[in-house]
Nanobody, 116 residues
Framework: QVQLVESGGGLVQAGGSLRLSCAASVSLFSFDRLGWYRQAPGQQRTLVAIITTSGITTYAVSVKGRFTISQDSSKNTVHLKMNSLKPEDTAVYYC??????????WGQGTQVTVSS
């Protein structure tokens, strides 16, 4: 059973920074890609950033240049560094791990709240 455990969420003022972490219970090489998604109240879950196990990254337009996704294979952990946070970044952030056409796993989510 694969588990993804997020941490690092919290309350921060606009312009501040947070770093989210997602610890996987198995090797990151078990997946083709890892990512972060977010869901604000009353809205659908949307992609924030993804990274393939070969290190290729993709970002949502709204976070490009402010957020950085990275992986630490030695610790089976994926990070999301968030800088210059805005109130519209407020959401529950979910970690995702995927092996194409085979499996798709989600963490329980971590709340990020940005005050203006």
């Amino acid at each position: 059973q694969v588990q993804l455990v997020e941490s690092g969420g919290g309350l921060v003022q606009a312009g501040g920074s947070l770093r989210l972490s997602c610890a996987a219970s198995v090797s990151l090489f078990s997946f083709d890609r890892l990512g972060w998604y977010r869901q604000a109240p009353g809205q659908q879950r949307t992609l924030v950033a993804i990274i393939t196990t070969s290190g290729i990254t993709t970002y949502a337009v709204s976070v490009k240049g402010r957020f950085t996704i990275s992986q630490d294979s030695s610790k089976n952990t994926v990070h999301l560094k968030m800088n210059s946070l805005k109130p519209e970044d407020t959401a529950v952030y979910y970690c995702n791990a995927m092996r194409y056409s085979v499996s798709n796993y989600w963490g329980q989510g971590t709340q990020v709240t940005v005050s203006s």
